[in-house]
């Protein structure tokens, strides 16, 4: 006769903690795949996923080139455009209600609009707010002394890839990006991205590439 091709359980032979370890095995091979995956997936994607189609391409957000543009509105209903700013330097700071550390960035754009005032647009979106109700609450807790606009908005995440808080971008008078930092940035490393726009030359606004909002 034959052998039978399942072998009969009495025939298979395991060491104690085998089947937990291969099961540990396997769980860490499919978290790290999944990992893996998620380090793959694409900045729009992200944000169809998280906010819903978005209607326009992306447009490029990198130094050298000019903003995407977006008309969002603060707490008061007003419409701002960044097109309308276009030609004097410009901040723009990323945050939430639940950054901590965007605090501290807070403070520093604060002093910085302290010691420039009108020579200096600083313009803070709130990537939570889709209504007044949380600039308010930022603006009372911070005391903003500039603007803060609801930036929950799928466009401009997909265009200024916000995947995370804080991001700060800088623009100087000729309607470029100078610099953009992630996470983190020092003081003085504020203090000398301001300078640098704020006392840069007068220049002409470059042409936009393509659309604007």
């Excluded at 997909?158 to 808080?165: A, G, Q």
């Amino acid at each position: 006769m034959e052998p039978s091709v399942l072998a009969p359980a009495a025939q298979v032979s395991e060491r104690p903690g085998e089947a937990s370890l291969r099961c540990a095995l396997g769980v860490s091979v499919v978290i790290s795949l999944a990992a893996d995956a998620l380090r793959r997936l694409t900045i729009p994607l992200l944000v169809v996923l998280l906010c819903g189609p978005v209607a326009a391409q992306a447009q490029v957000t990198e130094v050298g080139q000019r903003p995407p543009p977006f008309a969002l509105q603060d707490e008061t209903g007003r419409t701002h455009r960044l097109g309308d700013l276009l030609g004097e330097p410009i901040v723009l700071y990323f945050t939430h209600n639940m950054c901590h550390y965007c605090t501290q960035v807070i403070t520093f754009l604060k002093r910085a609009h302290a010691t420039y005032g009108d020579r200096l647009t600083i313009v803070t979106l709130n990537v939570w707010a889709d209504s007044p109700k949380l600039i308010r609450r930022y603006r009372e807790q911070f005391g903003l002394p500039f603007a803060m606009l609801q930036g929950k908005d799928p466009q401009l995440l997909h265009d200024y890839e916000v995947n995370y808080v804080p991001i700060i971008v800088f623009i100087g008078r000729d309607g470029l990006i100078r610099h953009i930092y992630h996470h983190y940035i020092l003081p003085e490393e504020l203090d000398a991205s301001v300078r640098e726009i704020v006392e840069e030359p007068h220049a002409g606004v470059a042409p936009a590439t393509a659309g604007g909002r």
